[in-house]
């Protein structure tokens, strides 16, 4: 779009977002997709905020239609590459966002989010995955804050107390478990690593937690060639896995486990203690005799640390996301739906449906559910303190960094070489 036709429509899009009436004289309708087929809260929560949007604009209906996380960009590629991309999108974050960004395929929509808007979004108007190429393309909509989960009646069974969700053990502690945690019958850890996130979102935060202030993120710098892989704190976050690995924090056979089910079923049905790498989006997945406001019997706790001068880092960041298709008839309203996805009206449709909202929540006056660990969730993505993202541009580098801690662990690589795998990747 050329510079004065943009400069235009931002002027009529931020007069329209401080009018707020009704804009459409004929009926029209806008089509908005995403890729959370099966996600039931987030399909309630659409439902309900549509209702909103249309009531306040009579004009307007929303067509919204969910595909599965596989098959979403079997439609969307094809419909941006032939122009037919629908009004409002959601992008598949990192480096997918990234490449339909460059493409010139959304709207910038920095210049218009305006004081309101910027207050909502909260920690998410900073988020990586939306902030590319000095723009805001993407407005982040749920939100999910990754910890470790657990039993606390098991970890109480063998002599150890639970700690606060904004705490952690140590990479030590959890060794120390395996042998009461063994002879109680059960694992210290249920995890699954046949998905790689599950190596590199934790090496994410074990980096974080060793630098010496948040900024500057220096994985952003190793991924920008700016830095060399081969140094301490990077060696020191693989290492974790390592040493968890050598003293049979969690079984072997967690290497070739798939996490959402496998490790994750044995885990409800308390095969193990903890649960590696888990996140809001199960956190209606438990027995409800284990969570519930008269047994909150679930805890969660923070990634390990890495080592005594660790500071505790929160892995939070968006799920799904949605832009207005830079080549849409109905931009305005497309920008006027988003805006409204994130304010503190559609934050509360969300908490209601289960979903912990990107924006709108008052930290000072969470509303509570009766499932404990959501609203332990909410709690945590709203808690200051110096938190870890997970989306990063460079697939090759991410690929290999999830894929080379998984070698070490099955003992065909070590931690040198995959280093230096990395920056033959980074720094070229």
């Known amino acids: 779009?050329?510079?004065g036709t943009w400069g235009a429509l931002a002027i009529a899009i931020c007069l329209l977002l401080a009018s707020g009436p009704a804009f459409a004289q004929e009926k029209v309708t806008l089509k908005f997709t995403?890729?959370?087929g099966g996600n039931d809260g987030i399909l309630a929560s659409y439902k309900q905020i549509i209702s909103l949007f249309e009531k306040e604009n009579p004009n307007f209906t929303v067509e919204y239609q969910q595909y599965t996380v596989t098959t979403y960009n079997e439609f969307l590629k094809p419909a941006l590459a032939g122009?037919?991309?629908p009004d409002l999108i959601a992008v598949y974050p990192g480096p997918d966002a990234f490449e339909v960004v460059k493409s010139g395929a959304l709207v910038n929509i920095k210049p218009l989010i305006d004081a309101d808007w910027k207050k909502?979004?909260?920690?998410?108007?900073?988020?990586?995955?939306t902030n590319i190429e000095g723009g805001i393309y993407l407005t982040p909509q749920d939100v999910w804050t990754e910890a470790i989960w657990y039993h606390k009646d098991m970890l109480k069974n063998i002599g150890w107390a639970p700690k606060a969700s904004t705490e952690s053990y140590s990479v030590d502690d959890y060794i120390k478990m395996v042998g009461p945690a063994k002879?109680?019958?059960y694992d210290v850890m249920m995890?699954?690593?046949i998905e790689a996130w599950c190596y590199f979102d934790p090496f994410y935060n074990f980096v974080h937690q060793q630098q010496a202030s948040e900024a500057p993120d220096m994985i952003q710098q190793a991924m920008d060639g700016k830095i060399s892989w081969q140094q301490d704190i990077f060696k020191n976050a693989i290492n974790v896995y390592a040493r968890l690995n050598s003293a049979g924090v969690w079984r072997s056979d967690a290497l070739n486990m798939d996490y959402q089910v496998q490790a994750f079923g044995k885990w409800v049905e308390k095969n193990g203690i903890f649960m590696w790498a888990q996140g809001d989006w199960f956190a209606s997945a438990m027995k409800k005799e284990d969570n519930n406001p008269d047994n909150p019997s679930i805890g969660i706790v923070q990634f390990p640390l890495v080592n005594a001068k660790s500071v505790v880092s929160f892995n939070k960041n968006f799920g799904t996301d949605i832009g207005a298709y830079s080549k849409g008839k109905y931009q305005q309203a497309a920008v006027k739906f988003m805006r409204m996805t994130n304010s503190p009206q559609a934050a509360e449709i969300f908490i209601r449906n289960g979903v912990n909202p990107a924006a709108g929540v008052d930290p000072n006056n969470i509303p509570k559910t009766d499932n404990p660990v959501f609203n332990e969730c909410i709690k945590l993505y709203n808690s200051p303190g110096r938190y870890s993202e997970v989306?990063?541009?460079?697939?090759?580098a991410v690929k290999a960094l999830g894929d080379g801690i998984g070698n070490v662990l099955l003992g065909v690589d070590n931690v040198d070489k995959v280093l230096a795998g990395l920056d033959k990747i980074t720094r070229k």
């Open 391 to 396: 989306y990063y541009f460079n697939p090759d």
């Open 1 to 3: 779009m050329k510079k």
């Open 83 to 85: 122009g037919t991309a």
């Open 183 to 185: 002879a109680a019958g």
């Open 34 to 36: 995403d890729w959370q």
């Open 191 to 193: 995890a699954g690593f």
């Open 120 to 129: 909502w979004l909260g920690p998410a108007y900073k988020f990586k995955g």
